[in-house]
């Protein structure tokens, strides 16, 4: 057996060293230690910045409720154009 050689690549904590061996063929053989894979069942933490940013969507609601741009479920409340732009208006571009 060949003598052990550190990896060439950055050493994860767990992987530390690779063991070089030749098969009954003449083929060389790299045998590597494993490492363990992160856990998929991790439960989840709380966002720090989640109520806040729930503050401000409030906020902006409210808002456009004040100017009478959205209604109560949240959709946008039609508007007829202001006189000087409507089809038959008499405008005045001031030239």
Do not use: W
């Not at 409210?62 to 007829?80: C, N, P, S, T």
């Amino acid at each position: 057996m060949m003598p052990v050689t550190p990896c060439s690549y950055g050493d994860p904590p767990d992987r530390t060293e690779t063991v070089h061996r030749t098969d009954e063929l003449g083929s060389r053989i790299e045998v590597m230690a494993t490492t363990e894979a992160p856990k998929a069942n991790q439960t989840p933490t709380e966002d720090p910045h989640y109520p806040a940013a729930v503050e401000r969507v409030k906020a902006a609601v409210r808002e456009l409720q004040e100017k009478g741009i959205i209604d109560a479920q949240g959709r946008r409340i039609q508007q007829d154009l202001p006189p000087d732009m409507q089809e038959d208006a008499d405008r005045d571009f001031g030239g």
